[in-house]
């Protein structure tokens, strides 16, 4: 059965870890699939892919090329984690029930890897053409960048400030009065009597308008929150890297 295993290096631990997470959906035996650890303070522990591996960049390589690593892979893979970044390698078989080559370069392509190679695993040493050949291979990563649009929730203040108006007010009402009415008569009594001074009252009554005040229920203010969604359209530039390659023959 032929064996192949395919080396991605990535910026960072955690596109790494995504990139990992989705080979193995893909249905690809967890012992198949190695995680480097870029973490010094992480490397004394192993995670899930590496349950029965030693832990770090040694034991990495070493699970990677059977414990025969390659000088240049030695070289090259060394200095890319060195750097910090996280490799992910899947050892990849022609069984039927595993992912296909072409199917792992797939999804590894999927989180912009800066570095992306397949070798052939058996349980030997590359010959001085391969070797000559690795080392005259060189990858140019064509990096671009990814419009992603988020969301995020704002808030506005809506104030209601009551206050107090005057306003004129008439009402009509009805007011009963009295008055007192004097006329001259001959007597009627024939009583007649000695002249003397006397002072007589005579009272009128009469009605006058009396103004209170009292409060009643007026109207009144519902205040409730209507929601909806919008679409809005996110405009915006991403830079894509390309490349001019200068044929001209000598």
């Known amino acids: 059965m032929q064996r ?11 596109t790494a870890q995504e ?10 035996p967890e012992q198949n699939i190695r995680l480097s650890n870029t973490d010094p303070a992480m490397r004394a522990e192993s995670t899930a892919s590496t349950s029965s591996q030693s832990p770090g960049e040694g034991g990495f390589l070493d699970w990677l090329f059977g414990g025969n690593v390659p000088e240049e ?64 291979d060189q990858v140019i990563p064509l990096p671009e960048e990814e419009l992603k649009v988020g969301k995020a929730a704002t808030e506005q203040i809506r104030r209601v400030r009551t206050y107090v108006v005057e306003e004129p007010v008439e009402r009509d009402v009805t007011l009963h009065d009295e ?10 009594t024939g009583a007649a009597g000695q002249p003397a001074e ?12 009396i103004v209170e005040k009292s409060t009643k229920a007026g109207e009144e203010l519902v205040v409730r929150k209507e929601q909806s969604d919008r679409t809005e359209r996110v405009a915006g530039t991403v830079k894509k890297t390309r490349a001019d390659i200068d044929d001209q023959k000598k």
């Open 198 to 209: 006397r002072e007589y009252e005579i009272r009128e009554h009469h009605e006058e308008p």
């Open 4 to 14: 192949q295993c395919m080396v991605a290096v990535y910026e960072s631990r955690d």
């Open 179 to 188: 008055r007192v009415v004097i006329e001259r008569r001959p007597s009627t």
């Open 19 to 28: 990139a990992y997470q989705a080979v193995r959906q893909a249905g690809v």
């Open 73 to 136: 892979h030695h070289r090259a893979y060394t200095s890319r984690l060195s750097e910090g970044h996280a490799a992910v390698s899947v050892y990849v078989e022609d069984a039927p029930s595993i992912a296909n080559t072409s199917t792992i370069e797939h999804i590894l392509e999927r989180y912009n890897p800066v570095d992306l190679r397949l070798d052939d695993m058996g349980q030997r040493r590359p010959t001085t053409t391969d070797e000559g050949r690795q080392k005259a």
